[in-house]
């Protein structure tokens, strides 16, 4: 076969047109904000859609206007050239019903909560027979990350890694530690170290302070969620609050980081994202971790990052295999904010999105139309085949 007379060329194009080349990734490294981290990620994509001959419409999230118009017109300064990317503030609801009406859609990139990608993945269905194409729909919806401890584990490794997952940036990252397990008989040191820590993390202004770990929170919005979440805290008879759980808004939105203990691991808090820097730990009988590795997978609806501290290899298998759905992004004795952007593909499935992986050189792929092209040297001469005689 392969010394005969060559008969075809068979050919798989993408199809695309090299509009822009020019790569942003030194950016994350030289801006230390998880927005403008966020920003850098989208704008690859943004840059990915645009490199293959679609016209982008980007919608920027309301409490980042800021940040997004600056990230566009370094794309606009670094020859990205007019009209591949449309800048378009608005109105969510308006914009929504406005791209999901047009004949022309034909992929929706979506950042945000689980009700409004639900909203628009209906507003497609609805209006399927109006589209040229069936428009590709990727979501990243946020979750309600983990990290599970068992008795092998290094402790001091185990705080550190909890401290930064679930405090850092004020909890305000969609991979953020917000529900802890930790065995029974290693909780008092567990919880004497976070505790200990807890007393010097300093809320306030970072400008003015470098040794500040966070700030406030985003918005009011933001501020009245968690607050509700700190008065569920302290009025339930299942968690007892061991650290922080104040918040006030005179000056800013400010709420310290606050570790809550729960005796009911089915409780709403360890089911819903909060999205602040409030971490919930549940005690459990060391003999029983196996059992708490099938709660963790059906606690939540959401399956984007967990973690596993343990040094037992058995342990990690056993694990790794149990939370196999958990978590799209999982991590072993590291925190479950690990992935270091436009290094590691990122993304997680269930309730938390579609799992695309942004990052990974196959998410191109996602957002192009691949043509299969054959090309004959040798043409058909007779229409019969031989076994007809």
């Excluded at 980042?64 to 670094?78: D, G, K, Q, T, W």
């Excluded at 639900?118 to 309600?144: H, M, S």
Aim: charged letters at 20%.
């Amino acid at each position: 076969f392969l010394r005969g007379p060559r008969t075809c060329d068979l050919i798989f194009k993408v199809k695309g047109h090299q509009i822009f080349s020019k790569n942003l990734k030194s950016l994350s490294h030289q801006l230390q904000n998880f927005k403008i981290h966020i920003l850098v990620k989208f704008s690859s994509v943004v840059m990915k859609f645009g490199t293959r001959g679609n016209v982008v419409l980007w919608k920027p999230s309301d409490t980042a206007m800021s940040a997004s118009y600056a990230v566009y017109r370094i794309l606009r300064e670094c020859g990205m050239p007019p009209n591949v990317i449309q800048f378009l503030p608005a109105d969510g609801p308006v914009f929504g019903d406005t791209i999901t009406s047009s004949v022309h859609l034909a992929g929706v990139n979506f950042t945000g909560s689980v009700p409004t990608f639900k909203r628009l993945w209906k507003q497609v269905a609805q209006n399927l027979d109006i589209y040229r194409t069936f428009p590709r729909l990727a979501g990243e919806c946020g979750g309600k990350n983990f990290h599970f401890v068992h008795t092998s584990a290094d402790v001091y490794s185990v705080v550190m890694g909890t401290v930064r997952s679930a405090f850092e940036y004020g909890g305000q990252k969609c991979s953020a530690c917000s529900r802890m397990y930790v065995p029974d008989s290693m909780w008092p040191r567990i919880k004497e170290q976070l505790l200990d820590i807890h007393k010097s993390i300093k809320v306030g202004d970072p400008v003015e302070d470098f040794s500040t770990f966070f700030s406030a929170v985003i918005d009011d919005k933001s501020f009245g969620r968690i607050k509700k979440w700190l008065e569920h805290a302290k009025s339930s008879p299942n968690l007892n609050v061991i650290a922080g759980g104040k918040c006030e808004d005179k000056k800013g939105y400010f709420v310290e980081p606050t570790i809550i203990e729960t005796k009911d691991p089915r409780d709403a808090i360890m089911n819903e994202e909060i999205f602040g820097p409030v971490l919930t730990v549940y005690v459990y009988p060391e003999k029983d971790y196996k059992e708490v590795l099938r709660l963790i997978d059906s606690t939540s609806p959401y399956a984007l990052t967990g973690a596993v501290f343990a040094k037992d290899e058995k342990v990690i298998e056993e694990a790794s295999k149990a939370l196999r759905n958990a978590a799209g992004n999982y991590y072993i004795n590291d925190k479950s904010t690990g992935s270091i952007v436009a290094q590691q593909p990122f993304g997680g499935a269930r309730a938390s999105g579609t799992n695309d992986k942004p990052g990974g050189p196959h998410y191109v792929l996602r957002w192009t139309s691949p043509q299969t092209v054959k090309r004959t040297h040798v043409p058909l001469t007779e229409w019969k085949y031989p076994y007809m005689g």
